[in-house]
């Protein structure tokens, strides 16, 4: 049986775009020769009027909508509006698959592709699209959305359409799949249902509480890397980010970045999270204040087909400049948003001891692996890993698997262990389960993919239990479990994934 698996995937390299020499040059120009700066969500057809504004339009719980006339009516427009993207040919820039290869060209595409004008084919180098493992991955996709946001309320016909966004993490009660997107369950009857999603997410099964947890990411204090700890920016993207990705796709569309905005559920996943963006500013916490960063410039489609680009700068206020917030009341009041010192460094921090490390590169498989790491001094006791004092507390002993490699994305949840008995933990066992990851995008050229998990609290616990009494830590990575025995892409062959190292850090 084919699976996703077995596709060649579609490399859209510069050098392909550019295979015909005598076209690049002419064709930069005639794609960078007609953008326009940004406007506001008014200012366009699609939009009620505008300039700068102050937050007028807002973004609902999409199970809060399902409860009133006028909340589905909403929904209902979305449906509308996805049909009618999708009846766009792909060479619409306001199509529902260009708008979906803007996210990352899909090799099903490939025949499609090479039929665009050469300068629409610039337009979707790699290069310039999906950002993420670095610090735009949040404005980028702030962007993404907003102009999808727009393009969607001219195709519904609806002027006061907003996006919904699914809160899965807060109400146990609201961990399934929306009921719009599951029912009618046929894509000919409904257009916000996908048949490509993992076993039981379209029949209801709710998502468990280690997939939605969104406190990790809600507790970092600052946006970048800041000693041993990751920073928001990345710690919202690994969960619940990636991991709601690859839970909600299986073998289907929402694992793969190539084909993961062509499920309309995508759009409110990403609503989510530029929601959690919000509510952790709202905790006081300061954006990167970095000029470089601030000042890239990003480049989409807007509802009319016109090229238009904002910078980083211009997305760090939603009430202000674009116009919406969210019904939670977690927003930061119209310019409240705090930007760190311009001059603060985008990797500052304080300065990091390894604690222990493994001997070398593993890669990763259906059975699971264990990798052993060796405490950095001769005499690694206990205490070296304990977190008792003041001073230690604000350094957490944190767990590094560094340097992921993979070409083809796995579709799988990984769970990670400490110290798990011979025989493996299993169920999550809170004596030795430290946490998941979803390796989503994969790394290309130089770029490299790491995850990290505060252990201290663990440790502490193993411990004083006399689970652990010194010498090695045993890290334990293993597939998630298949949501059903024997089916789904989690009881298939796993695509080459290697973690280059593993360590803890403080």
Known sequence: MTTHHDRTRLSLSRRG?????????????????????AQPSGSGSGGSGGGTSQGTRVRRNVYALAQTADGRAMIEAYRTGVKAMMARPFSDVTSWRFQAAIHRPNSADARDFAA????????????????HRNLRFLPWHRMYVYFFERIMRKASGKTDFMLPYWNYSDSPAERALPDAFRTPNTESANALFRTARAPGINTGTPLDSETVSVSSALGETSAAPSGARAGFYQEIESQPHNIIHVTLGGDGLMSDPQTAALDPIFWLHHCNIDRLWTRWNARGRSNPGDATFLGRVHRFWDEDGNLVEMTTREVMDTVTRLDYRY????????????????????????????LAASAGPVRLSRDGV?????????????????????????????????????????????????NAPEDGATGRDPAYFVGLFAPFSPPEGGDTYSESFNVSGLIDRQIQAGIYDGGAIDVQIVPRPAPDAGTGVEAGSLPEITVGRVSLIR
């Open 17 to 37: 775009f550019l295979g015909t020499a005598a076209f690049g040059t002419a064709a930069a120009s005639l794609v960078w020769a007609g953008r326009v700066p």
């Open 116 to 131: 665009l004008p050469v300068e629409l084919q610039l337009y979707l180098d790699p290069a310039n699209l999906c950002q």
């Open 327 to 354: 019904d939670d009341a977690t927003a930061p009041e119209a310019g409240e948003v705090i930007l760190a010192d311009a001059g603060s460094g985008v990797e500052a921090g304080r300065s990091v001891s390894e």
């Open 370 to 418: 264990s990798i052993q790491t060796q405490p950095v001094v001769e005499a690694g006791g206990p205490e070296l890993f304990a977190t008792d004092s003041t001073d230690q507390l604000g350094q957490p002993v944190v767990l590094r698997l560094d340097d992921i490699r993979f070409d083809i994305p796995p579709r799988t949840v990984f769970e990670v262990y400490l």
